[in-house]
């Protein structure tokens, strides 16, 4: 669970910490600070990385990055698709 991170370290202080230690500090430590003002901030249940390894994987990154928001109205998670049993 990500809210029994110490918020007291900043990111200088991390020294050689694994990327995942890394992630979840900052995901951790944002939380923190945006539940100060907005109480409703979830982060993504899930995040899927990749290394990049060529121009056509960064290209095809890229591609995604620049048109996945328009499939968010058709998306399952989608809070206004979501089914009310």
Do not use: C
């Not at 900043?10 to 900052?26: A, C, D, P």
């Not at 048109?67 to 089914?83: Q, T, V």
């Amino acid at each position: 669970m990500i809210n029994h991170v110490s918020t007291q370290k900043n990111i200088s202080q991390m020294g050689t910490r694994s990327l995942g230690e890394i992630v979840r500090w900052y995901k951790g430590r944002t939380t923190y600070e945006i539940h100060k003002t907005n109480q409703k901030f979830l982060w993504q249940s899930r995040f899927y990385d990749h290394i990049i390894r060529d121009e056509q994987s960064l290209f095809k990154i890229r591609e995604y990055i620049r048109n996945n928001h328009l499939k968010w109205d058709a998306d399952e998670e989608n809070p206004k698709n979501i089914k009310k049993v």
